[in-house]
DNA sequence: AAGGTAACCTTACAGCATAAGAGAATCAAT
DNA sequence: ATTGATTCTCTTATGCTGTAAGGTTACCTT
């Protein structure tokens, strides 16, 4: 007692907002955001769950901040570069983003308040589109598409009941049931002589549409 | 006692799996899915929770069995169709079970097994493609592309923090927070530009994309 | 040294999915 | 008609969840 002599040097507080954040980041990466709680969230920061609420809202709040915490890993190309290789690069980064983080993409649906990196993302986005000559209703409309698409793909991804790595063969059996061929002849040809076939990774698709969109984006402006 | 007659004629058991599916998905529709539990849903089957689990697995299975009422709603035109025009019509058609059901994008991330209804939708999708020329290859592009796209409008659409016919003026500021010009000048923009004019819906938007795109698969086809 | 304040913990509650088993009702076969 | 088996439903219980309410501790300011 008398040999501790340390009253005001070492803060007592190391909980943060945002270390609250960041570790509840990590948490949803390695076992999904279904299974975060503010319970593990605080075990995981060696302290009570009550705690926490010192530091954030609510868990509502907790989930706007990963969410928030997603969109600042996004590179955003700056304003002055030709408009179709900064939405092109943009594009990839989102993608990037959501594969480290894929359930951002579901999590999408339920939130409400935007965080000042996703505002600062629609703005610098929509501040490309401008420059490189595109009406307020064009950018709305390419804005509207390439979001639809860069989410809807990684929503995709995310759903894969497989990953690349994996014996594919294997996975598709089970998915289709006992008949695959006779009931879905479309689906096994797809899968057999196609998803199937050794090297094959559905992340390559991106680019295909990615780029299919960026060209038609252009002769529409 | 003896004035009831009817020893095997009404059945005892009106819970049947088509049923309790049903139920829930009435449930989502109104409350949102994540306000379906169990409890509510056997509650509203004038039942135990418990009883629930002779018609269905679990919970997943129930959220499965939804999703799969959902693609059982989307038309699927007939194979020999234009396959342009049969797509178009296929996407809009999904587009509309999906604003019907906002719930069913974002659910998609977590769910696993394809019901029949799903297996048999992507079936006739690569059936329609197929016959429309596309080699397996192309028509993986364009399945991908085109379902990405529109997912990804009705996780969007979705997400929105409003409807089309409320007062857009009073939801847009305490999205933005308190100084949305000066911080982020192209979305301000964006907004009291075009957004909030009247007459404005986001929904407009997605045609636009889905043209876009269709055009640009027959140039690739 | 005293008071104020912010961070933390304890306790408690209502709701969640579902495992285990008991009770009742129906059907099949004698 | 009676029995036995099966199927459905309910009761109970366990360990989760988010978070409201209030008490305790440690620090900073004066």
Redesign the interface.
């Known amino acids: 007692m008398a040999t501790d002599p340390t009253p005001n040097t070492a803060p007592r507080s190391p909980l943060t907002r945002e270390l609250v954040l960041h570790t509840a980041l990590a948490l949803a990466d390695q076992h999904g955001v279904?299974a975060l709680s503010m319970r593990k969230l605080a075990q995981q920061l060696g302290v009570e769950a009550m705690s926490l609420y010192h530091h954030v809202a609510s868990k509502d709040d907790v989930l706007d901040g990963i969410v928030d915490l997603v969109f600042n890993e996004i590179e955003l190309p700056p304003t002055t570069a030709d408009w179709k290789a900064a939405m092109r690069d943009r594009a990839i980064s989102t993608r990037h983003a959501l594969r480290r983080h894929?359930?951002a993409?579901?999590?999408?649906?339920?939130?409400?308040?935007?965080g000042p990196a996703t505002?600062?993302h629609?703005?610098?986005v929509?501040?490309i589109l401008?420059a490189g000559g595109f009406s307020?209703?064009m950018?709305?409309?390419a804005?509207?598409?390439l979001?639809?698409?860069?989410?809807?793909?990684a929503?995709?991804e995310?759903?894969l009941?497989f990953e690349a790595s994996d014996d594919l063969s294997a996975v598709a059996e089970p998915?289709?049931?006992p008949t695959p061929a006779e009931?879905?002849?479309?689906?096994a040809?797809?899968l057999t002589?196609?998803?199937l076939q050794p090297g094959y990774d559905?992340g390559n698709?991106f680019l295909?549409?990615l780029d299919?969109?960026l060209?038609?984006?252009e002769q529409?402006r």
Chains 1, 2 share one sequence.
């Open positions: 279904a894929p359930w993409a579901g999590l999408m649906e339920s939130r409400s308040a935007p505002l600062r629609h703005d610098a929509l501040a401008r307020v209703a950018a709305a409309h804005y509207s598409l979001d639809s698409y860069i989410y809807g793909f929503l995709q995310a759903n009941p998915m289709l049931g009931d879905y002849p479309h689906l040809e797809m002589e196609h998803v559905y698709e295909f549409g299919l969109i060209d038609g984006l529409a």
